[in-house]
């Protein structure tokens, strides 16, 4: 908790009077408080409860915990590149941002077995790798070929599977119980946010030419296109959409791990409420 009061404290009345200033004033407090709130959520998944986690967590905890993990290393990068005015890079950033809050918060409402599921399925190509070697691909005679083979096999020792444990995710499709991302989406957020924020950023075609339209290519008055070799402007109000997603699945994990205290919950809000003040200044600020 230290860690994270020392980054709290600084948000007195003189300090959050930026927030009614001008827009650049606006602008500069959002990237510092979209900063912080990176940091502290940094900081929640290193916090835990010794008496129910005296070391570390289970593998019923530790996906979910390497999902929040996800979230605030691609939070940072995301914050990274709005200082550095790439909005392409940001656009790549933000789907698997949105998809490991969305899939952590899925996690925490369903229970272990959904964990063990989840889990599983992530081993459909690395049972495509260990199918190809018993069928004698030439690959996994070469260094790289080795390499990767170890690595799959550690893994699954580790985890004490074979390569018939898999009959469930193989009868889902490799899905977790059998849900496309979008109905797990539509369960933990709503149906009707998905093709506005997460669906435009997952085209059924990867590399889809509507991307190729928005970020690399220009459009020339008799109808032609030519390359677009610049970056994109960033837009900093386009954050606070997306901490939507990300506040919830830490908060679920502080209950989860029996570690959210009133002090922790008021951070927690705390969040919240200036998220909010700042998407309302931006409206008011921005005309268009």
Excluded at 15 to 39: G, M, P, R
Excluded at 82 to 89: G, L
Aim: hydrophobic fraction near 40%.
């Amino acid at each position: 908790m230290d860690e994270i009061r020392q980054i709290t404290e600084k948000y007195d009345a003189t300090y959050v009077e930026q927030i009614a200033k001008s827009q650049e004033d606006l602008n500069w407090f959002a990237l510092a408080f979209y900063k912080d709130v990176a940091k502290i959520y940094d900081c929640l998944t290193r916090i835990k409860n010794v008496e129910r986690n005296p070391t570390g967590f289970s593998l019923d905890d530790a996906p979910i915990l390497g999902l929040l993990v996800r979230v605030w290393k691609l939070l940072k990068e995301v914050i990274r590149y709005y200082e550095e005015d790439n909005a392409e890079i940001i656009s790549i950033l933000e789907r698997p941002l949105i998809e490991a809050s969305v899939v952590a918060s899925y996690l925490m409402a369903s229970g272990p077995s959904v964990v063990e599921d989840y889990r599983k399925c992530s081993y459909k190509d690395r049972l495509r790798i260990l199918h190809d070697l018993e069928n004698g691909s030439a690959f996994y005679d070469t260094k790289a070929g080795k390499r990767l083979l170890k690595s799959v096999r550690e893994k699954m020792d580790f985890e004490s599977l074979t390569a018939n444990d898999f009959d469930v995710q193989k009868r889902n499709r490799w899905r977790i119980q059998g849900k496309s991302f979008y109905e797990i989406f539509s369960e933990v957020e709503h149906a009707d946010l998905y093709a506005a924020t997460y669906g435009m950023m997952s085209e059924s075609i990867h590399g889809s030419w509507n991307e190729s339209m928005d970020w690399c290519l220009s459009r020339n008055d008799d109808g032609t296109f030519s390359a677009f070799p610049f970056s994109h402007p960033a837009d900093i109000r386009y954050v606070s959409p997306t901490l939507k997603f990300t506040n919830r699945p830490f908060r679920l994990w502080l209950e989860h791990i029996d570690a959210y205290d009133e002090n922790l919950r008021g951070v927690m809000d705390w969040i919240e409420r200036v998220n909010v003040t700042l998407f309302k200044r931006f409206d008011a600020q921005y005309r268009e």
